[in-house]
């Protein structure tokens, strides 16, 4: 009965997260930026202006937001695979992951449109102002960025603790597991990204927060499929 | 177990809730203000200026928006009290709930600060430009409201689920609960706040999304800890 749960729904949030994926493309994704461009200032310029895109494509942009409590219901996947490893190793890391992904989505995803909204009124009306166009982004961005506090900490914070829980051998996945994990994904994310070229380097760097969610999703539900242990 | 687990949740949540209304107070309140001002466009121009407030304290008022995730928690009581009543009439209104809290803490609360990002630049190196200006502006509040869009329906409409869950009569709360209920909280602050002179209203209406949390919280937790079936 649990195990069915879980399948159904470590199935139906993976569905769901590649939606988010197409969200973070129209946010992130350049098809001019290698990897190593992503970690520099030629990203936030892509970021800013929603590269060019228009308004109503940005505001599409924004709904996966509203999907990321759905999303955080696969932390309790992850909590059913690890329980058996104590409450630091499992509802701790699982519960940070869960209130980042709560907190991301409205201030994160839906949040990246703000960033872009100076961007997208000068490629309207123009801008003669530029002290107060700096000014207000200057001011977004710092509203973005203490938003996005918190929801940081416990990604970063959740992801490496829920690292170490896998590697602590005491959760129903293996060690090696750790390479599905949503440490793993990221690890492999920034160093693989960072080495592909343009267009390929904003498949996986554009969209790095859905690959982080998605494949750990759906690994796990796999990994968890006919683990009897779960219903323990 | 479970009344000591209800208590430390109920008492916990509205402590937390406490630093909601500081914050909607930064965002909203204006000395100036009647009830009936409250409803019309006035009150627009003191959000989308947070009342001339500095910037430090508009992000100070950002804060709250990082509790949502455990303010979602107070409609655990009301689960408990009201899940016999099935999953349309029980389940179903309480998790439209926690839904709605879910988003607005991100979008909403965080997310006023966007709101008045013109202002406070303008406030801070002048403003010549006039039409990027308002176009900047429309963007901001279609941004805002787009991503406030599922937390909206999910806060009306599980409210007024939820009240039609307490007056089915099948929930452990009797039908006289919808005095208590989040839409019954939301109905007297406007109602109330309506007909008081600034600065009064201000205080009534302004933190209505904490009333809104707060009350139903606390008299939820309250009963359930009154009764003796509960363990």
């Known amino acids: ?232 | 177990m479970l009344k000591n687990h209800l208590r430390t949740l109920g008492i916990s949540v509205s402590i937390l809730l406490i630093w909601n209304g500081v914050c909607d107070m930064i965002y909203g309140f204006s000395s100036q203000l009647n009830g009936n001002e409250y409803t019309s466009l006035a009150i627009w121009d003191v959000m989308r200026t947070a009342g001339g407030r500095p910037h430090w304290m508009i992000m100070m008022a950002q804060t709250a928006g990082w509790l949502y995730p455990f303010y979602a928690l107070s409609y655990y009581p009301w689960w408990v009290g009201m899940k016999r009543a099935g999953f349309w009439l029980g389940t179903l209104p309480c998790l439209m709930l926690a839904y709605a809290l879910f988003m607005i803490g991100g979008i909403q609360h965080a997310g006023w600060a966007f709101l008045t990002v013109l202002a406070q630049a303008k406030a801070a190196v002048g403003s010549t430009d006039p039409t990027f200006y308002a176009t900047a502006e429309r963007f901001l509040v279609e941004h805002f409201v787009m991503g406030d869009l599922t937390a909206l329906i999910a806060m009306y409409g599980g409210s007024i689920l939820h009240a039609v869950g307490i007056l089915s009569g099948k929930t452990l709360f009797p039908r006289w609960f919808i005095a208590f209920s989040p839409l019954a909280v939301l109905f007297y602050t406007f109602f109330i706040g309506s007909f008081l002179p600034a600065p009064l209203a201000g205080i009534v209406i302004t933190p209505f999304g904490t009333w809104y949390m707060l009350f139903p919280l606390i008299a939820s937790t309250i009963f359930l800890l009154k009764r003796a079936d509960i363990n």
């Open chain 1, 1 to 232: 009965m649990l195990q069915d749960r879980l399948r159904k729904l470590g199935v139906t949030v993976a569905i769901l997260m590649l939606w988010n994926g197409v969200g973070d493309f129209i946010f992130a994704y350049s098809p001019k930026l290698n990897g190593a461009q992503y970690s520099t200032m030629m990203f936030w310029d892509a970021v800013r202006t929603a590269n060019g895109h228009p308004h109503w494509l940005v505001m599409l942009a924004q709904t996966p937001g509203w999907l990321y409590p759905i999303y955080a219901l696969s932390a309790l996947i992850w909590w059913f695979g690890m329980r058996r490893a104590g409450f630091w190793l499992s509802t701790v890391p699982c519960a940070l992951l869960a209130y980042a992904l709560l907190m991301i989505g409205g201030v994160q995803h839906i949040g990246f449109a703000y960033l872009s909204v100076l961007g997208q009124a000068k490629a309207l009306v123009g801008s003669t102002d530029p002290a107060f166009y700096a000014t207000a982004q200057r001011l977004l961005v710092e509203h973005f960025l203490w938003g996005d506090l918190t929801a940081l900490i416990a990604f970063f914070g959740g992801t490496i603790w829920h690292g170490v829980a896998i590697l602590s051998g005491r959760t129903l996945f293996p060690r090696w597991f750790i390479f599905l994990s949503p440490l793993g994904v990221l690890t492999f994310e920034m160093v693989v990204g960072n080495f592909l070229p343009a267009p390929f380097a904003g498949i996986l760097l554009g969209m790095f927060g859905t690959w982080y969610m998605f494949v750990p999703t759906l690994s796990a539900t796999i990994w968890m499929w006919n683990r009897l242990e779960v219903s323990k």
